[in-house]
């Protein structure tokens, strides 16, 4: 049976509810496929926020063949059989759902295609594609940002269902969908299924229900995440073996965890063990090159040594501490002496003048002369952080 959400897809341009900025009247991807223009781009945005829609919708009116492809299941394979398809003179579109989830090699056996035109490529993703998707693949496509569906736009699209529902119960979907239709209509339909009534009591009994089954499959994605970073703060390899062995299980991006890492490195291990940031940032471009299963060894390697290495906040805290003060102080003015004097004019202003190559003397604006910011912590400053 089909899904309730894949029914109510749009089909036209003109039936979508939402991303006003970039379908309504002389907006970029409105004109784009009014005038049949064809160019490959991302569409960047949040789940249920109408990608796979945009990209369908565009497709039809290219009158071009549309393949449609999953990165999280597909890989160079499944792209050959797309190029090598005899489309009859018909354009080919590629809509890479999840695209952030290709490794560096996928990407790179992407780019000739798309670069000729013998493709156009039409990326979903959730992540930043300034981080995800590589940069000569990136220059070839325009990014186009979606936004959350409104509350406003949301209502219309339940609306449509037909489906009576009081304010309380609409007030209850609008929240717990947080700018994903797919989401609401989602939930909407396995209440009707459950129950037949849609209320907020029905609503919450199905979403609790459905909140079960996730914790059985082990999708406890932040608690699960937190736990290996604590572990890896706590020096406790053991945990972090287990924890990231049940991240991996659950099928999140490799590189997500590599960020984390390369993140961690600098936060928590620091000026202790530099080298730590040096060996996360090989395991997240390992995790880019090789993909699952493999990178999942990459993966456990540098989460072993990080757990290990010794532990050094202070670089971490010492930017939180000048932070604030550059928060609360704002532009303070620089010492003269450490002036860059550029020009005559700066000269005369005595920029660089009393200027040492080995000065003992602070540097700091004469506000903060006696500003301390790396400064011996206690232990316990790791504690809910």
């Known amino acids: 049976m089909e899904p309730l959400a894949s029914k109510m897809r749009p089909k036209t341009l003109d039936d979508v509810v939402g991303q006003e900025h970039l379908v309504g009247k002389g ?29 369908r919708i565009y497709a039809k009116a290219l009158e071009a063949v549309l393949f449609e492809l999953s ?22 579109v590629l809509f890479l ?13 992407l780019l000739p295609f798309v670069e000729s035109g013998e493709l156009t490529l039409i990326g979903a993703t959730t992540e930043n594609p300034s981080f995800e998707i590589t940069s000569p693949l990136l220059s070839r496509c325009r990014v186009l940002v979606l936004k959350p569906i409104s509350e406003e736009a949301l209502r219309r699209i339940v609306t449509q269902v037909k489906i009576p529902l009081d304010e309380e119960a609409f007030s209850w979907l609008l929240n717990y969908a947080n700018g994903d239709a797919r989401k609401a209509l989602g939930i909407l339909e396995s209440v009707q299924t459950l129950y037949g009534k849609v209320t907020a009591k029905t609503l919450s009994e199905t979403l609790e229900s459905l909140s079960l089954r996730y914790d059985k499959k082990g999708e406890e994605h932040y608690d699960t995440i937190s736990a290996f970073i604590k572990s890896m703060r706590a020096s406790q390899p053991n945990a972090v073996t287990y924890y990231l062995a049940r991240i991996i299980a659950s099928g999140e991006d490799p590189l997500f965890i590599a960020r984390r890492m390369v993140i ?22 390992a995790c880019e090159t090789i993909g699952y299963p493999e990178c999942a060894i990459n993966l456990v390697h540098g989460a072993v040594y990080l757990a290990n290495a010794k532990k050094d906040r202070s670089a971490y805290n ?12 704002g532009n303070l003015p620089i010492p003269n002496k450490i002036r860059n004097p550029v020009t005559n004019l700066m000269k005369d202003l005595q920029y660089g003048k009393g200027y040492k190559l080995y000065d003992t003397k602070s540097y700091l604006p004469k506000k903060l002369q006696k500003s301390k910011y790396f400064l011996k912590k206690p232990k316990d400053d790791l504690e809910n952080t």
């Open 27 to 55: 907006k970029p991807l409105r004109v784009a496929i009014e005038k049949k223009h064809k160019f490959s781009f991302i569409l960047w945005g949040p789940p249920g926020s109408g990608k796979t829609t945009l990209a």
């Open 71 to 92: 990165a999280v299941s597909s890989g160079k394979s499944d792209l050959r059989k797309i190029i090598d398809t005899d489309t009859n003179g018909k354009d080919k």
């Open 97 to 109: 759902d999840e695209i952030h989830r290709f490794n560096k090699g996928q990407q790179d056996f």
């Open 264 to 285: 961690f490195a600098s936060e928590d291990i620091g000026l202790a063990q530099p080298t730590a940031l040096v060996v996360a940032n090989a395991v997240f471009r």
């Open 318 to 329: 010492a930017l939180k501490m000048a932070e604030k003060d550059v928060h609360t102080y």
